[in-house]
């Protein structure tokens, strides 16, 4: 059965709410798109956008008639917030969320409800930015990128469908996997990165020669570390709502560094080049798929 969505509801309107109630404005969605959130002023901002259609402070009023919630606050948040909705809303309201961790929010609806509440898809668009908030938000975020599901076997298909929708409206490509895959490539391909970035950064800025250093930086060192501008507040809530598989792939990559580090200690040129070819290949790969998906 397909369910009809006059009203969404948007639990936060920043960088990833306010894009996707912007791209579902820009491709059709004729519905009333609310917003919810703490701050009065980023909410009247988003009105001001043209983003939201109305807002409330009150969480009761602001999801009062909707048809589908979804929740686009900082991940550890996100848990709270889907526990709450789960005991306000009637069944047949859809609840959905953005976050970058989907484990942490599994255990936190099992536990409250004993399972998974069947109108729950959650879900991750892996398409953001290093920007946050209302003014960053764009249309086009979504067009040709990755949206993940992470349905189980007792989510309502009519409901999972009704998800499925509202992102292919976007322009998104969409891809379901259980929760604990998600969480694993997501740690790699995604925390990690993120965790090295602000690493490397803060540790060439502890260093009293930094003004020289970043002075003399290059290309690749912007390109490598342009994500360590994102919002230490969501990457602190990133990093430990997804601490064990984040834990796994950084002892991962600190085995493979100290390899390095000896070869390199041990003029092991071999091992060197061994190591840089693999990458080069693997990353030329990565670039190539990356084209056919934007043609
Ligand atoms: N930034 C990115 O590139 C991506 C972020 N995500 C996920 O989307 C979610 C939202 O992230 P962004 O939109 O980037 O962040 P943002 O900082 O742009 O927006 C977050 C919003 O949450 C509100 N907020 C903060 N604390 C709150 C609280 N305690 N209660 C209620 N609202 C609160 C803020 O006022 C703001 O409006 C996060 O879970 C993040 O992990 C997912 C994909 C990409
Ligand atoms: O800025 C970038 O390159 C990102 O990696 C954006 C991003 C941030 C968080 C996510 O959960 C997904 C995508």
């Not at 979804?70 to 953005?98: F, G, N």
Request: net charge negative; charged share 20%; glycine share 8%.
């Amino acid at each position: 059965m397909t369910i009809a969505i006059d009203q969404i509801t948007i639990l936060a309107v920043g960088l990833i709410g306010g894009s996707l109630a912007k791209a579902l404005k820009a491709n059709g969605f004729s519905g009333e798109i609310v917003g919810w959130g703490r701050r009065e002023v980023s909410l009247k901002k988003g009105l001001e956008l043209g983003v939201i259609d109305r807002y409330s402070l009150d969480l009761n009023e602001a999801v009062k008639g909707a048809d589908l919630i979804v929740v686009a606050t900082p991940t550890l948040i996100a848990a709270d917030m889907i526990k709450q909705l789960v005991s306000m809303v009637d069944e047949h309201v859809i609840i959905t969320d953005v976050a970058s961790v989907k484990g942490n929010l599994l255990v936190a609806a099992k536990q409250a409800f004993g399972k998974v509440p069947p109108n729950l898809v959650l879900g991750h668009p892996i398409a953001g930015s290093e920007q946050s908030g209302v003014d960053a938000a764009k249309a086009d975020l979504f067009v040709n990128h990755r949206v993940i599901l992470t349905p189980t076997e007792e989510t309502n298909p009519d409901a999972l469908q009704a998800v499925k929708s509202l992102w292919e409206s976007t322009g998104a490509d969409l891809v379901e996997m259980p929760v604990d895959e998600h969480d694993e490539v997501l740690a790699a391909t995604s925390h990690l990165p993120h965790i090295l970035a602000y690493t490397l950064v803060d540790a060439l800025a502890g260093n009293p020669e930094q003004q020289n250093i970043f002075r003399f930086a290059a290309g690749g060192f912007r390109d490598f570390t342009r994500i360590a501008s994102s919002d230490p507040t969501m990457w602190h809530e990133i990093s430990l709502a997804n601490r064990d598989a984040l834990l796994k792939m950084i002892d991962t990559f600190s085995d493979q560094l100290g390899d390095l580090r000896q070869a390199i200690a041990d003029g092991d040129s071999e091992n060197i080049v061994a190591s840089f070819t693999r990458a080069k290949s693997a990353r030329d790969k990565f670039a190539q798929m990356l084209e056919e998906q934007q043609k």
